[in-house]
């Protein structure tokens, strides 16, 4: 019993490890693949080609100054970015491993409550930051995040009625390849879009929307604490993309197929921002209500009527 406790930590520990770098690198791979869409050159100092950039970027961030603000709640302050990295990070514990992992029987339900939980480190960082562009860009974040949910949850609504269970493992189990994307191909499409809007990325970075917000609801963070927010960010970006390979592109088991699906996932991610303007923010809150919704509860009710 011991012996098989500490092979579960082990495997988490390491699969907490992989995470982190693998954000690394996809933060490498965004600033190559927008250099590159941009006709620039990208980072190419650091390392050969630059692959020591992520490192040095690191290394840059953490030994940067944090900011001590006077008129903020400076307990919330510092601690709601470390809370922002831990929700996300915690997602990852219903990965579907083969063997050595938590086989979760509800595991969906695990996520949607843990995904909701999100929105409250936003919403302290923008508050206890005591800036008005701080508390404009969580109160449009908290906004996006909720609004976008419902027709995430209506997705896996229509898959969990399909498939008769909350088991990540169960969800994946197809007979052919592909087959879950053919049979739910506009689910894909919404998925992947609200996806966006849920990580807050381009064309719904309207939480951080530069020209705008200064930087959003992380305008006062520096250093350790922007570093922590950031890791956040691109750790659920990793997790959307793997969500939806594991939803619509799954076949069995995970394989090394999966694993190259992912990350062409997130390239998408990478690609929408290189080429898309941000959205108009009643138009962002149209598509959730008016469009979205409507649509996958329809689809829903399709599948229900249908099965």
């Known amino acids: 019993m011991v012996l098989e406790y500490l092979i579960l930590i082990i495997n988490y520990v390491i699969m907490f490890i992989l995470v982190m770098i693998t954000v690394a690198f996809m933060t490498l791979l965004e600033q190559k693949v927008v250099g590159s869409m941009q006709i620039r050159v990208g980072p190419n100092k650091t390392g050969i080609w630059g692959v020591l950039q992520p490192f040095a970027d690191a290394v840059k961030l953490f030994l940067k100054e944090n900011l001590n603000l006077q008129m903020s709640n400076m307990m919330m302050y510092f601690v709601t970015p470390s809370l922002s990295l831990m929700f996300s990070l915690s997602l990852w514990i219903v990965y579907p491993f083969s063997q050595g992992g938590i086989d979760f ?15 409250y480190p936003i919403m302290l960082m923008g508050w206890s930051s005591n800036c008005k562009y701080s508390m404009m860009g969580c109160m449009r974040a908290m906004a996006q995040m909720i609004s976008y949910e419902v027709s995430l949850m209506m997705i896996i609504l229509s898959l969990i009625y399909i498939k008769s269970s909350f088991n990540f493992s169960e969800l ?52 350790g604490g922007f570093t922590l927010i950031f890791l956040a960010e691109y750790s659920s970006i990793l997790f959307m993309s793997m969500l939806f390979v594991l939803f619509f592109l799954s076949y069995k088991t995970i394989s090394l197929f999966s694993f190259i699906m992912t990350m062409m996932i997130a390239f998408l991610f990478i690609w929408v921002r290189s080429t898309m303007p941000r959205f108009r923010y009643d138009k962002l809150m149209g598509l959730a209500w008016k469009i979205f919704l409507p649509v996958s509860l329809f689809l829903f009710l399709y599948y229900l009527s249908y099965n």
């Open 172 to 223: 994946m189990n197809w007979s052919l390849l592909l087959l879950p994307l053919v049979i739910f191909l506009p689910l894909g499409l919404i998925w992947m879009a609200s996806s966006l809007a849920e990580t807050n990325r381009t064309p719904y970075d309207f939480s951080e929307s530069g020209s705008e917000l200064v930087s959003g609801f992380n305008t006062e963070y520096s250093g």
């Open 105 to 119: 029987f509800l595991g969906v339900l695990f996520f949607m409550c843990l995904s909701s939980m999100g929105v």
